[in-house]
């Protein structure tokens, strides 16, 4: 079976800065995706970045880029500029690559982003 | 156009009680999930469905029984509620071929007392 860890429960940056969430995961699996989720207030699930495992190149999307070091099992996301929107839980997910695309996501227990004005 | 719908949003009900939370998506994909959120907002996987077929079944109580009349609806049923049971119930649906996204429903929140 496979975990994932976010060891920062909350953190808290300044409008404009750029901030780093941690995520590790463990995994005997060669194939699989990882994810960033992002969950507002309102509760909806949403995806921020994807990464597919045999990709070596870090995914990007607008302010979001992740760093993804596959022998290290590793997988942090940065988010520049942040803005007070970005303010969220976020969640690091893992996914088996079966082909059929029918296996559930694994999360870790999410880190708490405040973006202070 | 919702992708992902639920109802209800928020369910309160009794101990004891049988109740269902409904799940459409019209994206027309072939894969649909329910996942737990708890009270400490983790997140985890219950149930998986490809083309009405179960493929994943989590180590989950069996007074919660997921029921898919077609692909595009994938209903939870839980009986005899419990205390514990109180949570945010997530759907979720993906293509399952290609892209690997899911796509997440509002959420439900049941509250049992």
């Known amino acids: 079976a496979q975990t994932v860890t976010q060891s920062q429960p909350e953190m808290s940056v300044q409008e404009a800065e750029t901030v780093t969430l941690s995520c590790t995961y463990d995994?005997?699996?060669?194939?699989?995706?990882l994810f960033w989720y992002k969950q507002p207030p309102s509760r909806q699930m949403i995806l921020v970045i994807r990464?597919?495992?045999?990709?070596?190149q870090n995914a990007t999307e607008n302010r979001f880029s992740v760093n993804f070091q596959k022998a290290a099992k590793s997988f942090s996301l940065k988010i520049s500029d942040s803005q007070l929107g970005d303010t969220a839980m976020y969640f690091c997910a893992f996914m088996k690559n079966y082909g059929g695309g029918a296996d559930g996501l694994t999360f870790g227990k999410g880190t708490h982003l405040i973006i202070q004005p | 156009d919702t992708a992902v719908s639920q109802t209800p949003k928020y369910l309160v009900t009794q101990m004891g009680n049988d109740k269902s939370i409904k799940c459409e998506q019209n994206?027309?994909?072939?894969?649909m999930y329910w996942y737990k959120q708890d009270s400490k907002k983790f997140l985890k996987i219950m149930f998986s469905y490809n083309n009405k077929e179960l493929i994943i079944n989590e180590t989950v109580p069996n007074r919660f029984s997921p029921k898919s009349p077609d692909k595009a609806h994938l209903n939870l049923h839980i009986n005899s509620l419990e205390l514990g049971d109180s949570a945010v119930y997530f759907c979720?649906?993906?293509?399952?071929?290609?892209?690997?996204?899911?796509?997440f429903g509002p959420g439900t929140r049941l509250t049992v007392t």
């Open positions: 995994t005997s699996e060669n194939n699989y995706y």
């Open positions: 990464q597919e495992a045999y990709k070596q």
């Open positions: 994206l027309g994909h072939d894969t």
């Open positions: 979720a649906s993906s293509s399952g071929a290609g892209s690997y996204e899911q796509y």
